[in-house]
């Protein structure tokens, strides 16, 4: 049986998803028009996590607290944001998405302590790994701050989940990236 190793490009898709959402809530929180633009990159991306982390949950070889840990978020994360795509395509309102990520966030952050106490990460790999699971499990939940006006005191919460989510976007490309990197020098 073949092994292939796809965490790198599942934590790309995780950063750029990110990075999507943080330019969700930037744009709602300074009410531009060029949000709707978004739709079909968030549809695509949740379609590539949910296929990726449904993958990683069902199939994964490594112990069952990695597929946990990662691919179930990331699945959730998926049907999220196709969710959210379709309802913006719509016009339905977003704000009740932020219930569902709410709750991820409260999975993510039971992970990280997860992480913590069970020494699921180590070494150098810890803070960046640690520090993703943070600023993921903290974007998801203050997410019902979707709910707050886009005007006066809202915007700062807009802008506060936009700031959570561009530092999980950066962890995510950090880890990803030197994770790209770390497979090519291994042999074949």
């Known amino acids: ?7 790198a490009v599942m934590l ?7 990075l999507l ?11 531009k028009k060029w949000v709707s633009e978004l739709t079909v990159p968030a549809f695509a991306l949740g379609f590539f996590n949910f296929a990726s982390g449904f993958l990683m949950s069902v199939t994964w070889p490594l112990p069952g607290a990695y597929n946990m840990l990662f691919g179930d978020p990331l699945l959730m994360l ?14 339905i309102n977003l704000n009740i998405l932020s219930i569902f990520g709410f709750f991820i966030g409260i999975y993510i952050a ?6 913590v106490n069970f020494g699921l990460e180590s070494g150098v790999h810890f803070l960046p790994s640690f520090g993703l699971y943070v600023f993921a499990a903290l974007s998801g939940i203050f997410s019902p701050l979707m709910y707050a006006k886009a005007k006066g005191a809202g915007k700062y919460g807009y802008l506060l989940l936009f700031v959570l989510l561009l530092i999980t976007a950066f962890l995510a490309f950090l880890i990803g990236y030197t994770g790209l990197y770390g497979h090519l020098q291994s042999p074949p």
């Open 12 to 18: 790309l898709s995780l950063g750029l998803s990110s």
């Open 78 to 91: 998926g049907i999220v944001m196709m969710a959210g795509a379709y309802m913006a395509w719509k016009n």
């Open 1 to 7: 049986m073949v092994y292939v190793d796809a965490l």
């Open 110 to 115: 039971v992970g990280a302590l997860a992480m």
């Open 21 to 31: 959402i943080a330019l969700y809530f930037l744009g709602r929180g300074l009410n």
